[in-house]
């Protein structure tokens, strides 16, 4: 009898973060939300030196403990979850949170999950029959999401890695003025990096931040076109309304909503 509650219990768990219902699909929201309201607290703690702090660290890491035991619990492959980037990530936010002394400082990371939810299948589904707008601005979207998860990955290391020995970097809107000005390599030169690693830093910014930038230039300034797979040839862009492949001539069928 024990055991049925368990698996009963268990499908219930799956289906909140596997499901198709609605229920599913408000949890894995308020999965997101969470995290949004996560890096802000993140980054506004960076200019509050309380005891509180220490409390919300420890009230988030609760929550965070409770998330990942019940993806652990429903997993097919409990191995490889754990020993999946994300899973990894994860146990180095819940350490960063529970035990400071330990981990202090690396709580920033809890950003690369926004990532894995919209990148999962159930949330992209879900945000493509709730907005209008993202459906037809998808791939910029999750560019600049890109962009966005990296500058601020990226300002938290800055800010984590100079605050203690670097009076220029004193909290996150330092660290993220630094980050923007090396991304567009402007370099005003009023905020500098100390040592090696400060340098090492600089230019993963610089060569990466550029790249995920011009990226995202390239899908707005392009044609606005839909993904759909031609069955014959493959090709993958086509039209908004076009009628035929324009590499091979074969008819296609591509999904709208009777936009003029």
Not at 198 to 215: A, P
Not at 221 to 227: E, G, N, T
């Amino acid at each position: 009898m024990a055991a049925s509650s368990a698996k009963t219990f268990q499908q219930r768990i799956h289906d909140l973060y596997e499901g198709e219902s609605l229920r599913a699909h408000r949890f894995r929201y308020g999965l997101l939300l969470f995290d949004l309201v996560t890096i802000i607290f993140l980054i506004l703690s960076s200019f509050l030196h309380s005891q509180g702090v220490e409390v919300a660290d420890a009230v988030i890491g609760t929550i965070l403990v409770l998330d990942f035991m019940a993806r652990l619990w429903i997993a097919r492959d409990r191995f490889k979850m754990l020993a999946s980037p994300f899973g990894l990530v994860d146990i180095v936010v819940i350490i960063s949170l529970l035990a400071p002394i330990v981990g202090e400082g690396l709580a920033f990371l809890r950003v690369a999950r926004i990532l894995r939810l919209l990148r999962s299948y159930q949330l992209l589904k879900r945000l493509r029959q709730d907005f209008r707008w993202f459906r037809r601005n998808e791939q910029i979207s999750m560019s600049a999401l890109n962009l966005g998860v990296f500058m601020f990955v990226m300002t938290a290391i800055v800010y984590e890695t100079q605050h203690y020995t670097n009076p220029e970097v004193a909290n996150y809107a330092d660290a993220l003025y630094f980050t923007v000005t090396a991304l567009t390599t402007t370099g005003f030169g009023d905020i500098v990096l100390e040592g090696t690693t400060g340098r090492l830093i600089s230019v993963v910014i610089m060569i990466f931040g550029v790249s995920l930038f011009l990226r995202l230039v390239q899908v707005m300034l392009r044609p606005d076109k839909v993904s759909y797979t031609c069955p014959d040839c493959g090709l993958m862009r086509h039209e908004r309304d076009a009628v035929h492949c324009k590499a091979c001539g074969r008819v296609l069928n591509i999904p709208d909503e009777g936009e003029v």
